[in-house]
């Protein structure tokens, strides 16, 4: 059982910058794919990007070239750092890990772009 607390959303104008942060609360294990997504209101939960214990990443068309995603291990943490925020981006944002065939979700943190 692990739990998963984002932090790091707000309000920015468009074209600004967030990081996103996600913290587990014990070790994720050996193998596992920790990522973000993002749903708006009365919208599908979508992918934004995802990255393995290994390393590897995959991101969203939407987000490529201005998101990234990193994790540190020893922390059992992941980031999503975003630039040039648009509009369209604006959703609540979730944490998740994909693990020993089952999925963990944070409680979400929303993120707001405008003028």
């Known amino acids: 059982q692990v739990q998963l607390v984002e932090s790091g959303g707000g309000l920015v104008q468009p074209g600004g910058s967030l990081r996103l942060s996600c913290a587990a609360s014990?070790?994720?294990?050996?193998?596992?794919?920790m990522g973000w997504y993002r749903q708006a209101p009365g919208k599908q939960r979508e992918m934004v990007a995802r990255i393995t214990s290994g390393g590897s990443t995959n991101y969203a068309d939407s987000v490529k070239g201005r998101f990234t995603i990193s994790r540190d291990n020893a922390k059992n943490t992941v980031y999503l750092q975003m630039n040039n925020l648009k509009p369209e981006d604006t959703a609540v944002y979730y944490c998740?890990?994909?693990?020993?065939?089952?999925?963990?979700w944070g409680q979400g943190t929303q993120v707001t772009v405008s003028s």
């Open positions: 998740n890990l994909a693990v020993f065939g089952s999925s963990y």
């Open positions: 014990r070790s994720t294990g050996s193998i596992n794919t």
